[in-house]
């Protein structure tokens, strides 16, 4: 079977066992690496969540950073910017834990994890999801799938016609995963409505805060002011109601912005500096947000654009690595071993057509 089709986390093992991995730490290690991760979960999956994606198990975590701790230096997001920002040098094989969204695993379940291990993080806030004031429309979507009592429902969106099979769990998980897909490229005015209708056309009422599964809930702001004050997470912003902001106007985008600030201010007694765009794709943001989340006085942003740190990284637009599925994949990822197999890799195919 060619490499490229073997799962991520089968490529990621045999990376690491084969010694690539640790060749790949040794040779990149001047170069800064950025996880992300949303929500962790204990024990068993929740039938009633579909996209588990987004709740790594704790297991997992644990594991990673544990690895780190031992092999790596696990550094702020600020010292990352203040570094890049003036020039100034990083440890070798610097690695910065990030979280987004804001979900209450990452105070019970994460936050001990982080203390035990002496680790810093930085968690993206959605300041409304905190404030319990809107939900994500994401989950209203997953919940509406998963409690739908219809097999089948047909349905059109963005002039195109979907079929989504509703009769098992996997079938819902699938039909959840294509209707994201078409949910993010509606403009941010009309995303609501359209979850509405689907809710309307599933038959299932709009959940409140309280339905919400325990993987799904947010944090509280006592939560996100404790840690905070242990000095082992910085707090960030993630806007207030986690709109895509590529498909906001600029008033509203402005508020997304300014209300983030001003709520975390409000809580946490700091104006915060750090900034993550939701969804976090090269089209998720455009240079008009990037001057906006500049003029609100941030110093910088993450996105979800995979890629290690270099030297001269807009500090607006730093890559970031998804959520690692296992431990082998978080040391295949910090290591540089698959961009150092990408290189190889173009390497001889460049050697090749010059044959």
Request: charged content about 25%; overall charge negative; aromatic content about 10%.
């Amino acid at each position: 079977m060619p490499f490229s089709f073997i799962s991520r986390s089968i490529k990621a093992a045999a990376l690491v066992c084969s010694g690539l991995a640790c060749y790949a730490r040794a040779r990149r290690s001047k170069e800064a690496t950025i996880l992300t991760f949303h929500g962790l979960r204990g024990g068993k999956s929740d039938p009633q969540v579909l996209d588990y994606s987004l709740h790594l198990p704790v297991e997992v975590f644990r594991q990673t950073c544990a690895m780190l701790a031992k092999e790596y230096q696990v550094i702020s997001l600020a010292d990352l910017v203040e570094a890049r920002s003036k020039g100034g040098s990083l440890p070798d094989n610097a690695v910065v834990i990030t979280f987004d969204d804001g979900y209450a695993s990452n105070y019970e379940l994460a936050f001990p994890i982080l203390k035990e291990f002496d680790l810093h993080a930085t968690i993206f806030v959605t300041t409304g999801f905190l404030d319990r004031e809107e939900m994500f429309w994401f989950q209203r979507v997953d919940l509406a799938l998963g409690r739908a009592k219809r097999e089948l429902l047909d349905w059109k969106i963005n002039g195109r016609k979907l079929r989504l099979y509703l009769g098992t769990y996997a079938l819902r998980q699938q039909s959840l995963d294509q209707l994201l897909v078409e949910l993010k490229e509606l403009p941010d005015a009309d995303l609501l409505g359209e979850v509405s209708r689907l809710e309307a056309a599933l038959e299932v009422s709009e959940p409140g805060f309280d339905d919400l599964p325990a993987a799904m809930r947010p944090m509280t702001w006592e939560m996100a002011c404790e840690m905070s004050f242990s000095g082992h997470v910085d707090i960030g912003g993630h806007t207030h109601t986690h709109p895509i902001l590529a498909r906001c106007d600029t008033m509203s985008m402005r508020a997304e912005i300014a209300t983030c600030r001003d709520r975390i201010h409000a809580e946490i007694g700091e104006l915060p500096t750090l900034f993550a765009y939701p969804n976090g794709g090269s089209e998720d943001f455009t240079r008009e947000t990037l001057m906006l989340v500049r003029e609100a006085g941030f110093k910088a942003a993450c996105t979800t654009v995979s890629g290690r740190v270099p030297d001269n990284a807009s500090m607006f637009q730093l890559p970031r690595y998804g959520s690692p599925e296992s431990v082998w994949e978080a040391k295949a990822t910090v290591s540089g071993a698959f961009e150092t197999l990408k290189d190889w890799r173009q390497r001889c195919q460049k050697v090749r057509s010059m044959l």
